[in-house]
């Protein structure tokens, strides 16, 4: 099994960025799968999450309105698209997945290797 994660980078605060996390040998309409960040000296913090069988999702309160977390099932893929950037959301981010109902816990079984994102102000 294995999480690849894309599209970090580098952009101006109020830009956006797309981040894709791809899921192989999984049975993809079981999982939950959840976007997690960490900063530099922080701990992990829940960004988003969704069950790919009902397509139910759940956000954290900073990114509340600003991302929105989707999945595609013919492509394996749960894509996190982030607009209206802050400095403050600079950060490592992370896909996980999880058969169970982990929601924003950092309780989740599988995890990808991360994707930096960079905003500057």
């Known amino acids: 099994v294995q999480l690849a994660e894309s599209g970090g980078g580098l952009v101006q605060a109020g830009g956006s960025l797309r981040l894709s996390c791809t899921a192989s040998?999984?049975?993809?309409?079981?999982?939950?799968i959840g976007w997690f960040r960490r900063a530099p000296g922080l701990e992990h913090e829940g960004v988003a999450c969704?069950?790919?069988?009902?397509?139910?999702?759940y956000y954290g309160d900073s990114v509340q309105g600003r991302f929105t977390i989707s999945s595609d099932h013919a492509k394996n893929t749960v894509y996190l698209q982030m607009n209206s950037l802050k400095p403050e959301d600079t950060a490592v981010y992370y896909c996980a997945a999880d058969y169970g109902a982990p929601g924003l816990q950092v309780s989740y079984d599988y995890w990808g290797q991360g994707t930096q994102v960079t905003v500057s102000s």
């Open positions: 969704i069950t790919t069988s009902d397509g139910s999702t």
């Open positions: 040998g999984f049975t993809f309409e079981d999982l939950a």
